[in-house]
Structure formats: C-alpha cells, structure tokens
T-cell receptor, first 119, second 116 residues
Framework: AQTVTQSQPEMSVQEAETVTLSCTYDTSESDYYLFWYKQPPSRQMILVIR??????QNATENRFSVNFQKAAKSFSLKISDSQLGDAAMYFCAYRSVYAHSNSGYALNFGKGTSLLVTP | GAVVSQHPSWVICKSGTSVKIECRSLDFQATTMFWYRQFPKQSLMLMATSNEGSKATYEQGVEKDKFLINHASLTLSTLTVTSAHPEDSSFYIC????????????FGAGSRLTVL
C-alpha cells in the first residue's frame, strides 16, 4: 500500500511571503497522480494542484507550484505571495493510475499541514 | 460542473439510533463514490467505496454492519450509521470522480455527526 507522509504538522508564513510544504510518499508504482488539497475551516476539500507522475515538468497554478522529485518520491508545494485566505489545512494525496478495483481509484491522504498566515 | 451535494451537513442523534447521510452527484453520473471519515485535526481515512448496483467495498477495520452503504442510482449514495455510539461521532465526507478513472475527485461539503 502507498503511504503519504507530511512531516510538518504546522507551518506559519507572513502575508506576501513564500512558504513550502513538504510531502513524501512511498510506492512501487511507476505511474500515479499526486495532489495537494486545501481544507479551510469550512472543511470543504478544494483541489489546489495536481501532478501526473509521467510528466517531468512541475505543475503550476497561479501562486501555487510544486517541486516533484520522482526519484526521491518527494512532492512539495510552494505558495508564493501568501494571502490570508491561504490559511487552511493542506493535504498531500496519492492516487494510482491503474487499479485492480474501484477502491483503488480513491485518494490516499497524508496527515496534513496546518498553515497559518500572519498579517 | 462536477458538483457533489451532501446532506445533512450537521446531525445530532441519541446513542443507539441510526443516521443516514446522503451524497448526490448533481450534474454528472457517479458509478463510484468514496466515503471518508475525518476525526478532529486528523486526515481523511477511506472507509468504503460505493459501487452503483453492487455491494460496497469496505476498508480493513470498517464494520460493514455498522456503516451500511447503498448506491441505488447513478447519482445517489447513502451511508447509514446504525446503532450509533459516541465513538462514531466524526466528520463524514463523500467524493466522486466525474467519470470512472478520472484523476480528480469532487468532494461533498461533509456531514458532521455528533452522537450523544
């Protein structure tokens, strides 16, 4: 089974600054998807960014970008120009490309990192 | 597009009663839906995979008789917590891919269950 590890329970960043959230994973698969989801206090899960493992180019979505290191099995999220609205729990998640059953298409989440943004 | 509606958003019940939580895909058909459970300040743990027209697949350690899942149509999956106890109090979240195999899941807003 794949495991996703987020080693930073909490992080803090000042408004307008840059912060990086770390994520590592363990898998024997060669092809997979990786995601960062944001969960604000409303607890609605919001997709921040996704990466296909076969793509070498790091994904970017506006102020959010990832550093995907496949060999190291590392998938960090960089938030630039942090805003107060970025404060939330951030979850790194893994999903297999090929599954033996439908449950294999579920996301496997890390424990999350709570991001605090200070004015 | 790809909206998942979950109801109720918050429910309080007495110990020993049963509670039903609905998960609907509003603008797409979902042959598969996933049910997660989240304890306070913890991660989302997959409970079961709901399959339209067939039995749900439960993760190891999840009691099938306690958490009944029914996926009777392409747009509705229900989770019934039977004979609820205080330890079942949690946040339950459903999600669905807008098509089978799609790599992005759409999540419902979640249902907070409190068992007194």
């Amino acid at each position: 089974a794949q495991t996703v590890t987020q080693s930073q329970p909490e992080m803090s960043v000042q408004e307008a600054e840059t912060v990086t959230l770390s994520c590592t994973y363990d898998t024997s698969e060669s092809d997979y998807y990786l995601f960062w989801y944001k969960q604000p206090p409303s607890r609605q899960m919001i997709l921040v960014i996704r990466q296909e493992a076969y793509k070498q180019q790091n994904a970017t979505e506006n102020r959010f970008s990832v550093n995907f290191q496949k060999a190291a099995k590392s998938f960090s999220l960089k938030i630039s120009d942090s805003q107060l609205g970025d404060a939330a729990m951030y979850f790194c998640a893994y999903r297999s490309v090929y599954a033996h059953s439908n449950s294999g298409y579920a996301l496997n989440f890390g424990k999350g990192t709570s991001l605090l943004v200070t004015p | 597009g790809a909206v998942v509606s979950q109801h109720p958003s918050w429910v309080i019940c007495k110990s020993g009663t049963s509670v039903k939580i609905e998960c609907r895909s509003l603008d797409f058909q979902a042959t598969t839906m996933f049910w997660y459970r989240q304890f306070p300040k913890q991660s989302l743990m997959l409970m079961a995979t709901s399959n339209e027209g067939s039995k749900a697949t439960y993760e190891q350690g999840v009691e099938k008789d306690k958490f009944l899942i029914n996926h009777a149509s392409l747009t509705l999956s229900t989770l019934t917590v039977t004979s609820a106890h205080p330890e079942d109090s949690s946040f339950y979240i459903c999600s669905a891919p807008y098509r089978l195999g799609a790599n992005v899941l759409t999540f419902g807003a979640g249902s907070r269950l409190t068992v007194l």
